[in-house]
Structure formats: structure tokens, C-alpha cells
Nanobody, 126 residues
Framework: QVQLIESGGGSVQAGGSLRVSCAAS????????MGWFRQALGKEREFVSA???????YYSDSAKDRVAISRDNAKSTVYLQMNSLKPEDTGVYFC????????????????????WGQGTQVTVSS
């Protein structure tokens, strides 16, 4: 049973920072591209960032310059460091794993991913 377990969510004031993590039971973890998506209440799930198997990084226009994705293959964990948070960053953050490589278009598409976590709530107050 594949498991992706997100953690690190919470409440923060606008302008603050937060790092969310996703620990995966995938083996080998290095064989998977990892992505982060966000879903605000009542809205569609949207792409935030992804990191390929070779550690190339991809960001949505709304996230770039404020967000950094990284992975630690030894710990089977992917991280999303979020800075200068805004109230519109509020939502449930999901990590996802894809067993193949692709382009930005692929990584930003939910259908590209094979496994999903349950999500972690991030709330940014003004």
C-alpha cells in the first residue's frame, strides 16, 4: 500500500513562512516525480510546484519567487518551503507522485500523477 503523508501545515499570518513535508512509502523514491497541489474551499485543485526525478523544479506563476520545492531521496521526503504567504495561499496542500518524467504541462496536470496524499491544511490570515 503506497502512502504519501503530508505534514507541517498550520496557521500563519500573511507575510510569514511555512514548510510542508510529504513522506512517501514509494520504493525507490528517487524513481518518482513529486508534485504539490493546493485546493481552496469551494475551488478546483491547482498546481503549485513539482520536482522531477532528476530534481528539476517547476512552479506555477502564482507560486514562483515565493515557493521552493526540494526532495531528500534518502528520507523519501519532498518539501515545499513557502515564504511571503498571502491569504489566497490558504487551502489544503496535497502531494502527489508520478512514476514517469514529463514536461511542465504534464507536472501541472493532476491526471499525470499515480498516487496522492490526504493533504495538510494551510491557513494564512491577513
Amino acid at each position: 500500500q503506497v502512502q504519501l503523508i503530508e505534514s507541517g501545515g498550520g496557521s500563519v499570518q500573511a507575510g510569514g513562512s511555512l514548510r510542508v513535508s510529504c513522506a512517501a512509502s514509494l520504493r525507490p523514491f528517487s524513481g518518482y516525480a513529486m508534485g504539490w497541489f493546493r485546493q481552496a474551499l469551494g475551488k478546483e485543485r491547482e498546481f503549485v510546484s513539482a520536482i522531477s526525478r532528476t530534481a528539476m523544479t517547476y512552479y506555477s506563476d502564482s507560486a514562483k519567487d515565493r515557493v521552493a520545492i526540494s526532495r531528500d531521496n534518502a528520507k523519501s521526503t519532498v518539501y515545499l518551503q513557502m515564504n511571503s504567504l498571502k491569504p489566497e495561499d490558504t487551502g489544503v496542500y496535497f502531494c502527489a507522485a508520478a512514476a514517469q518524467g514529463g514536461t511542465y504541462r504534464d507536472y501541472s496536470d493532476q491526471r499525470f500523477y499515480d498516487h496522492w496524499g490526504q493533504g495538510t491544511q494551510v491557513t494564512v490570515s491577513s
